[in-house]
């Protein structure tokens, strides 16, 4: 398992290196704080993820194997094909529990604290709160008994995942040429990136995980022409006491006169005004 770990760890290297050799959005010279503030988020996150991986969800893939319960255990296809429809399906709950924490007030308050970076690159990907995690593990456990996944098919996701998003937030300027090529099938760069707009109808679009092709099957895909141009962040929280390590985990608690019309604009921008589908 050390081994895998280091698969996505590499990766982030190797885009964060690429961040600076050909950024997106130049100018970024000094990083160090951003860094080491999501570096440290993550190792909060990560925490909570291997107690949740060592205990509850090793009981619970170990239980539905042995019992034969859920729905891949009711087929018999080639492991290959079994690992594929895991990655497939479980993505696509990824992409509903995404949806969920944009629409429903409570969750927002607590996934808004991801948003608030207003630098997005690669490391932001790492930016989740405690709270968030805990609360996703939760609800994954009920998929996992559902669909029936087995401990080595949630490490295979969970490694594809970490080296997509990684990409996907990255500050790293692909081409919209080949940004458009891959978002075919994967969440690239410009589609996420205008997922992280401060604009409140784009902030609820493109909730996609590793496939792009959810959006556009769920109708909430947006696209941007110019990517150069988003503002990221929250119309909230954009000083620089919100942005460090305490004003992050600071967030989820915090509720204003604004916040009434904060969980309007929330539901409201879940209506995507942009109906055309784009590659």
Known sequence: MSKLILIPFLFLCIVYWLEIKFPHLPGRDDRTVHTGNNLTIAVMGGLVNLVFLFTIIGVVTHWTEVRRFGLLNQV???????????????????????????????????????????????????????????????????????????????????????????FHHSNVGLTEGWDRVFRAILVMPNMHRVHHSIEVFETNSNYGSIFSFWDRLFSTFRKRNNTNNIIYGLNRFRENGWQGVLGFLKIPFQKSISEKMESKKNREKTAVTNKEVYL
Do not use: C, K
């Open 76 to 166: 018999n296809i080639p492991i290959g094909l079994r690992l594929f429809s895991a990655i497939v399906l479980f993505d696509m709950w990824m992409y509903v529990w995404h949806m969920m924490n944009h629409r429903i007030t409570l969750l927002w308050r607590i996934h808004r604290a991801h948003h608030n970076d207003i630098t997005m690159d690669s490391t932001t990907a790492l930016r989740f709160h405690p709270l968030e995690i805990v609360l996703s593990q939760f609800f994954n456990i009920g998929i996992i008994v559902l669909l029936s996944l087995r401990l080595n098919e949630l490490l295979v996701y969970n490694l594809v995942l970490q080296m997509v998003i990684f």
